[in-house]
């Protein structure tokens, strides 16, 4: 076994916050998922019909929020709850990484709106606004606007709490309070989410804080869990086992406890998940992920009219393939002008901020 640099360290101690890039690969595999399955959609789920993976595309949210438990675990364990200053800093920083291209996201859609006379049609009302300015659109019944945005509201929610999961999670010098959170969490989801509405459907209201805390809870005990492990071909072998079970197993908290699984896994992994998820080209991917997640919606409205207009939403499995692959490639090319044009720019101006703003604040 190797030393996976940036993730060995005692819990408890101060973990180093180095990259780590299969981790960042595996976004990349979330965010096309998700796309993917849209996409799809819009040609007439032609794919999924044919290939069930397709289908259940919308479990790529659920490895967003169990890798979220875990990066900012591994990140942020102990600098965020060192004091009321430091928890400022994270949520700051926090705010910096989603909120600049979710407004943006958000202006795109009203100006696109706006031109073609659709306010306050369907699930274009002027009177959501104010929640998706204050990121709690994912507290209402119904989505509307930017519909995957309302994840972001709820990552919100768990950056809020999130000293709360590491008082119960990761302080604790015995494994049994951990195992106990993570177990009710997984089985409020259960209960309110998935016995209610399903995985898919549970991004709102009590089935949408469910799912978050559960899963970010996950990630977090993850963390808690493999901090001190080394890396190994063995974890390869587990997460690809795990990643495929997803796709596997009937019931949903199996598919939940098995993304629980991956994601850990793929942290401590050594061979070829390593390098394929660390491969240039999947964490480049991974880095503009968030911004494939963010501006897929807005593109898809327009490339929807496009598929209507040519007939492309009725197109035979392998016909539909190509027409998502070609749609996929323009998402990912708009995803990168919106990292590297709004993303960054926006972020490193927060950043430069940050010192003179929690100066002002420092207790």
Same mark, same amino acid.
């Given at each position: 076994?190797t030393t996976?640099?940036?993730?060995?360290?005692?819990?408890?101690?101060?973990?180093?916050a180095?990259?780590?890039?299969?981790?960042?690969?595996?976004?990349?595999v979330?965010a096309?998922?998700v796309?993917?399955?849209?996409?799809d959609?819009?040609?007439?789920?032609?794919i999924?019909?044919?290939?069930?993976?397709?289908?259940?595309? @919308?479990?790529? *949210?659920?490895?967003?929020?169990?890798?979220?438990?875990f990066?900012?675990?591994? *990140?942020?364990?102990?600098?965020?709850?060192?004091?009321?200053?430091?928890?400022?800093? @994270?949520?700051?920083?926090?705010?910096?990484?989603?909120?600049?291209?979710h407004? #943006?996201?958000?202006?795109v859609?009203? *100006?696109?709106?706006?031109?073609?006379?659709?306010?306050?049609?369907?699930?274009?009302?002027?009177?959501?606004?104010?929640?998706h300015?204050?990121?709690?659109?994912?507290?209402?019944?119904?989505?509307?606007?930017?519909?995957?945005?309302?994840?972001?509201?709820?990552?919100? /929610?768990?950056?809020?709490?999130?000293?709360?999961?590491?008082?119960?999670?990761?302080?604790?010098?015995?494994i049994?309070?951990?195992?106990?959170? #993570?177990?009710?969490t997984?089985?409020?989801?259960? *209960?309110?989410?998935?016995?209610? #509405?399903?995985?898919?459907?549970?991004?709102?209201?009590?089935?949408?804080?469910?799912?978050?805390? !559960?899963? @970010?809870?996950?990630?977090?005990l993850?963390?808690?869990?493999?901090?001190?492990?080394?890396?190994?071909?063995w974890?390869?072998?587990?997460?690809a086992g795990?990643?495929?079970?997803?796709?596997?197993?009937p019931a949903?908290?199996?598919?939940?406890?098995?993304?629980?699984?991956?994601?850990?896994?793929?942290?401590?992994?050594?061979?070829?998940?390593?390098?394929?998820?660390?491969?240039?080209? !999947?964490?480049?991917?991974?880095?503009?992920?968030y911004?494939?997640?963010?501006?897929?919606?807005? /593109?898809?409205?327009?490339?929807?009219?496009?598929n209507?207009?040519?007939?492309?939403?009725?197109?035979?499995?392998?016909?539909?393939?190509?027409?998502?692959?070609?749609? !996929?490639?323009?998402?990912?090319?708009? #995803?990168? /002008?919106?990292?590297?044009?709004?993303?960054?720019?926006?972020?490193?101006?927060c950043?430069?901020?940050? %010192? %003179?703003?929690?100066?002002?604040?420092?207790?």
């Amino acid at each position: 076994m190797t030393t996976n640099p940036g993730f060995v360290g005692a819990v408890g101690a101060a973990a180093p916050a180095g990259e780590i890039r299969q981790l960042t690969g595996l976004r990349a595999v979330a965010a096309l998922m998700v796309l993917i399955l849209h996409l799809d959609q819009i040609c007439g789920n032609a794919i999924a019909a044919a290939f069930r993976p397709v289908a259940l595309g @919308f479990l790529g *949210v659920d490895i967003f929020f169990v890798l979220s438990g875990f990066i900012l675990a591994h *990140v942020y364990a102990v600098t965020a709850t060192a004091s009321a200053r430091d928890y400022g800093i @994270f949520l700051w920083r926090r705010f910096a990484r989603i909120y600049p291209l979710h407004i #943006a996201m958000l202006a795109v859609l009203f *100006v696109m709106v706006a031109a073609r006379g659709l306010l306050d049609t369907n699930f274009w009302n002027l009177s959501d606004l104010p929640r998706h300015l204050l990121l709690l659109q994912a507290w209402t019944h119904e989505l509307s606007w930017n519909l995957p945005a309302w994840s972001i509201s709820a990552e919100w /929610a768990a950056y809020v709490c999130f000293p709360a999961f590491i008082v119960l999670i990761v302080r604790p010098t015995n494994i049994l309070l951990p195992l106990i959170v #993570a177990a009710v969490t997984m089985a409020a989801f259960g *209960v309110m989410g998935i016995s209610q #509405a399903g995985i898919a459907a549970s991004f709102s209201g009590t089935p949408a804080a469910s799912r978050i805390a !559960c899963e @970010f809870s996950l990630g977090v005990l993850g963390f808690r869990i493999t901090s001190s492990m080394r890396v190994s071909p063995w974890a390869d072998a587990a997460a690809a086992g795990a990643f495929l079970s997803i796709f596997l197993v009937p019931a949903g908290l199996l598919q939940i406890a098995a993304i629980a699984v991956v994601v850990p896994a793929v942290a401590l992994s050594a061979g070829l998940v390593r390098r394929l998820l660390a491969s240039r080209i !999947c964490v480049g991917l991974g880095i503009i992920s968030y911004s494939i997640y963010m501006v897929h919606f807005p /593109a898809i409205k327009v490339m929807q009219n496009v598929n209507e207009k040519f007939g492309w939403d009725r197109l035979p499995p392998a016909w539909s393939a190509v027409a998502v692959a070609g749609w !996929c490639t323009v998402v990912i090319l708009i #995803a990168a /002008a919106g990292y590297f044009g709004i993303e960054r720019p926006a972020r490193v101006w927060c950043r430069k901020r940050e %010192t %003179t703003l929690f100066r002002l604040h420092a207790v």
